[in-house]
T-cell receptor, first 114, second 113 residues
């Protein structure tokens, strides 16, 4: 069974630009969550999508948004990029939105904002 | 405000000995805890979990202990192997939280051959 895939793996943008990251979950998984990892902050939850609906949202500004398609693939968008948005963005999929469902992570997209 | 804390950024252990990684939490609503392991250039992989109704859970070389009164959990790896060298993240979730998982900042474990 293929794992969670994320594209692109690396991205360089400049301040003020916008970016879209993509995540394909494990086949059959309907929940996709997004996390931001920065040095010293660990992984911070951005949002979760289940059946094309946002189920939970972390404490991030509205510049961070996402969506999920009918095939469970998800995209994350960051508008008006700031230097502090440089991070590893990880997505994780699980079968359902249940709290104790194991989340399987992709390798991440490394975003650098110059 | 860091609700899940891993106060040791790094830990070195001799191969074959026990590795003990610690994690503290502040939110009393957390009732489910997990450990993830992360290698460079890979996403975190699930290791072991524990519900707040238990105080211990074992899976092979990995054991997680939960002390609810101290709001503390630990991961024991016995015996430690070179392949265990990675960053370990503690995570927690609560029934009424709006976050899927709240993670600690990680502990880098290095196993010395």
């Amino acid at each position: 069974k293929a794992g969670v895939t994320q594209t692109p793996r690396y991205l360089i943008k400049t301040r003020g630009q916008q970016v879209t990251l993509s995540c394909s979950p494990i086949s059959g998984h309907r929940s996709v969550s997004w996390y931001q990892q920065t040095p010293g902050q660990g992984l911070q939850f951005l949002f979760e999508y289940f059946s094309e609906t946002q189920r939970n949202k972390g404490n991030f500004p509205g510049r961070f948004s996402g969506r999920q398609f009918s095939n469970s693939r998800s995209e994350m968008n960051v508008s008006t990029l700031e230097l502090g948005d440089s991070a590893l963005y990880l997505c994780a999929s699980s079968l359902t939105s249940g709290r104790t469902d194991t989340q399987y992570f992709g390798p991440g997209t490394r975003l650098t904002v110059l | 405000d860091q609700q899940v804390k891993q106060n040791s950024p790094s830990l070195s252990v001799q191969e074959g000995r026990i590795s003990i990684l610690n994690c503290d939490y502040t939110n009393s609503m957390f009732d489910y805890f997990l450990w993830y392991k992360k290698y460079p250039a890979e996403g975190p992989t699930f290791l072991i979990s524990i519900s707040s109704i238990k105080d211990k859970n074992e899976d092979g070389r990995f054991t997680v202990f939960l002390n609810k009164s101290a709001k503390h959990l630990s991961l024991h790896i016995v015996p430690s192997q070179p392949g265990d060298s990675a960053v370990y993240f503690c995570a927690a979730s609560g029934a009424r939280g709006n976050e899927k998982l709240t993670f600690g900042t990680g502990t880098r474990l290095t196993i010395i051959p």
